[in-house]
């Protein structure tokens, strides 16, 4: 529902992750130099990761690849890094599940249903199941997925506290620029979506602008959005979850699919190290009993008949439902089914 588009925001930090590129030359005497766009800021362990992944291809190429990146958002937003793809200004990108969803909609099943995954495990069972038909609608569409990730979970991070679904429609709710279907799914629930580029998230939260922004703990220390919003629910959201693609190139899958392993290990432990950083400087977290989760789950529920179809196609969100009820129906002692914080 509260769309958090990295991509539009992966930014802060998340990637789940997407190298969006055109074919590569295989000559070893010919450099090619692959632009990749993202809004992973510089310094971060995601951005560590995309470097050293770059060196891995360049050393495997014997010097024939060199990866630039462009971080921080200074190729725009997702959607913006997306098109600069296509006119092949870029010939990479870092993107979000959200992002994804920009080439085509059956991606939004990994990420945009609230509440329907009730662990990691969980989501990245599902998306194993899916990624072979997801792989083939990116690939008619020009793009190769390397890797698919996480970036941990979507919290709602507010300046007032929360705890119930009811408490947030005095809120103005940050919902992406551009991203129309999120907004009006918000409104017709009886809140109040605010429509804005990430890049002004900041200011707005300052200025009164935006209340509540739904986003990984991560994103939030990193861009000082904490500063304004003292209070997080510990509702596990929805998945923050993206990918690395690239038009060709086999010979790049091996250090993508370790660059992709890192990101998710590292983003997941980072949202939770970033948690304790900003409770130390202020940070009130908003827990809620088995019943208040029980209430937010229904709402949830309430939303996915507006949801399937629109925002999710329906034969993505039926086959989410179909393997989660699979995966539930597997035995606790298996080490699924388990729902995690």
């Known amino acids: 529902m509260w769309r958090h588009n990295s991509g539009r925001t992966l930014g802060g930090a998340c990637i789940a992750a997407v190298l969006l590129a055109i074919g590569f030359a295989s000559s070893a005497s010919a450099q090619t130099r692959i632009r990749l766009g993202t809004l992973v800021p510089s310094g971060t362990s995601y951005y560590h990761s995309l470097e050293s992944m770059g060196a891995k291809w360049k050393q495997s190429s014997n010097g024939s690849i060199a990866l630039t990146i462009y971080g921080g958002g200074t190729m725009g937003s997702e959607d913006e890094i997306v098109r600069r793809m296509r006119v092949g200004q870029l010939q990479a990108a870092v993107l979000t599940a959200a992002g994804l969803s920009e080439i085509d909609r059956s991606v939004s099943a990994l990420q945009k249903m609230p509440l329907m995954y009730r662990s990691l495990d969980e989501a990245a069972y599902v998306r194993e199941k899916l990624a072979s038909d997801l792989e083939r609608r990116l690939a008619d569409k020009g793009f190769v997925v390397l ?195």
Request: hydrophobic share 40%; with cysteine.
């Open 147 to 341: 890797f698919w990730g996480d970036a941990g979970w979507v919290r709602i991070f507010s300046k007032d506290p929360g705890i119930l679904p009811q408490d947030f429609k005095k809120m103005r709710i940050f919902v992406t620029a551009g991203d129309v279907p999120q907004s009006e799914l918000l409104r017709s629930a009886g809140y109040k979506p605010v429509l804005l580029e990430w890049s002004d998230v900041l200011t707005s939260l300052q200025t009164g602008m935006v209340d509540a922004v739904p986003t990984i703990p991560f994103h939030v220390l990193a861009n000082q959005f904490y500063l304004s919003t003292h209070h997080m629910l510990e509702v596990n959201w929805l998945p923050l979850v993206g990918a690395l693609i690239v038009t060709d190139r086999e010979a790049m899958m091996k250090s993508a699919a370790q660059c992709g392993q890192e990101i998710q290990e590292h983003g997941r432990q980072e949202n939770l190290d970033a948690v304790a950083a900003m409770q130390k400087r202020g940070l009130q977290v908003q827990t809620v009993s088995k019943e208040e989760e029980a209430e937010w789950r229904r709402f949830s529920e309430s939303l996915y008949p507006n949801i399937r179809g629109t925002i999710v196609p329906a034969d993505m969100f039926d086959q989410v439902v179909h393997l989660l009820h699979d995966y539930r129906a597997v035995p606790a002692e298996s080490g699924k089914g388990a729902s995690e914080k």
